[in-house]
């Protein structure tokens, strides 16, 4: 079973378009659901009507609060995605980590979706590539600051998204390889396994995200070894999406 993340990210403008998004995201979750796990992560508001478009589309936030106090003007609690039946929530998305995210923000909101039963959708990934691979010791500090106290049972509920920086959204600088990705999610792999074992490390999807599109996203898969992928603009786009459901589906 692979997966494939919709992050809608500020967008759609309307309910109404939320809406239409949401049915025909539902509609390619019922055609391929022998082969891919489609979640849609929309903004807050889109919640309650989204239930109603897509009953069966399995629900993500793009955003949780690191804060326990009631008093956090303008910030969603855990507590409050999970009475919206919110399953999955992006943690550590590099746009959230360029507003001042930080990995101690990031371990703070982990906590908070465990603590809820929330799935955490943890994106990693470096700015930029140099090469001494000193980049890699980016990706082991992210990681290990995230994982830092988990308990070997709770490291299932967990998805890694590897999203390198430089190609995230439409300023990226170029798509990864898919021998890049491989790369990353072996030593992902390696960094969990290292902190727990083999076996709980093989038990956590690794998806890879950035500049996905129809041409491309099979690869990541096969060559890539991605397990899934967490899609960005074409996640708004239902025509596009049918076509890179079809592609990893078959992949
Ligand atoms: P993109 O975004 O597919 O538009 O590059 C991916 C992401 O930010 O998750």
Redesign the pocket.
């Known amino acids: 079973m692979q997966w494939l993340?919709g992050?809608w990210?500020m967008a759609p403008d309307t309910v109404s378009q939320a809406h239409l998004l949401a049915k025909a995201t539902a509609a390619i979750a019922r055609r391929n659901k022998k082969k891919l796990t489609v979640i849609v992560c929309a903004p807050f508001v889109y919640f309650t009507p989204l239930h109603s478009a897509a009953r069966t589309l399995p629900l993500g936030a793009q955003d949780v609060s690191a804060s326990t106090k009631t008093a956090s003007t303008g910030e969603i609690s855990g507590a409050m995605l999970k009475s919206q039946k919110v399953g999955y929530c992006?943690v550590g998305?590099?746009?959230r980590r360029a507003m001042g995210e930080t990995d101690a923000h990031v371990k703070e909101k982990i906590n908070r979706l465990l603590e809820k039963n929330i799935r955490p959708i943890l994106?990693v990934g470096e700015k930029s590539r140099d090469s001494q691979g000193w980049y890699l010791s980016v990706i082991k500090d992210q990681i290990e600051s995230a994982f830092s106290g988990v308990a070997k049972a709770t490291i299932k509920r967990f998805i890694i998204?590897y999203?390198p920086v430089w190609?995230?959204?439409?300023a990226?600088n170029r798509v990864a390889s898919p021998s890049e990705c491989r790369e990353m999610v072996i030593f992902i792999r390696k960094l969990v396994a290292d902190l727990y074992d083999e076996k709980t490390a093989r038990a956590v999807p690794i998806l890879y995200?950035?500049?996905?599109n129809e041409e491309n996203a099979a690869s990541f898969l096969t060559s890539g070894e991605a397990q899934g992928l967490?899609?960005?603009?074409?996640?708004l786009v239902p025509k596009q999406l049918t076509l890179l459901a079809a592609h990893i589906a078959n992949a």
């Open positions: 993340i992050n990210k992006i998305h590099s746009e994106c998204a999203e190609a995230v959204g439409a990226a995200g950035g500049s996905i967490l899609v960005g603009r074409v996640s």
